[in-house]
């Protein structure tokens, strides 16, 4: 039997494609996925100066004998105010590597989760061509979503965009940005037509596009 979600603002239901939800869920494959997309967005510029790159002289802070003090040896070292860093972080990147098969599949299985709970809602962005807030508000409320939600649609669905993107715990996202971990971590999601057909071209791998790069 076909999963069912409402359609946004109105009282009707529209049939989700089974090809997108009606993955059994992959918990490993989804986990994999979820981290994948949160490493990747990690910028890892951190850096620190080692002890050969702080700008300190390598002479002694005072001789070795006669002061009556502590022998001392360069001041760069970690132990000392200003020292280089042991071991501390350098540029690099985070980037976890999934195959396509299997993030498709944890993408999958993420929706389906969603359309198992009723938590996935279809949008008219045409509804939207004149930019609402307002209107897009009452909507989810009226569709009683719960936060947070994650609005998917396309770079064209300016207007759904403006609409969506300033309501309080409300992610509007492009439909080729959108990874799992945006989507299993989301209590309710809203797709869009255009950008439902876009999901399920690229993740039966049914579309040109992704045919191409097969």
């Known amino acids: 039997m076909a999963e069912k979600a409402a ?12 090809e997108l939800f009606a993955e059994p ?20 510029t951190a850096s620190t100066l080692t002890r050969g790159e702080v700008a300190f002289t390598t002479a002694k802070a005072w001789r070795q004998k006669g002061t009556g003090r502590a022998r001392v040896g360069a001041l760069g070292v970690s132990s000392r105010f200003g020292g280089g860093v042991t071991f501390g972080p350098k540029p690099r990147h985070y980037t976890v590597k999934v195959n396509r ?5 944890a ?11 009723g938590s996935v809602a279809i949008l008219n962005a045409a509804d939207y061509d ?16 719960r936060s947070p939600i994650v609005v998917i649609l396309t770079a064209e669905e300016t207007g759904a965009m403006k609409s969506f993107r300033n309501i309080p715990r409300t992610t509007v996202l492009e439909v080729g940005a959108t990874g799992v971990a945006d989507v299993i971590g989301a209590a309710a999601i809203v797709i869009s ?3 439902l057909k876009s999901l399920e071209e690229r993740l039966s791998g049914s579309g040109a596009k992704e045919k191409a790069a097969a």
């Open 25 to 44: 869920f992959h918990q490993s494959l989804v986990h994999e996925a979820a981290r994948a997309d949160l490493a990747s967005r990690r910028r890892g």
């Open 107 to 117: 993408m999958r299985s993420a929706l389906s989760v969603h359309a198992e709970r």
């Open 193 to 195: 037509e255009t950008a």
């Open 130 to 145: 004149t930019p609402s807030t307002k209107s897009a508000a009452q909507a989810l409320a009226k569709w009683g979503a």
């Open 101 to 105: 098969k299997a993030r498709r599949r």
């Open 7 to 18: 359609v946004l603002g109105k009282t009707t239901k529209a049939d989700l494609p089974a």
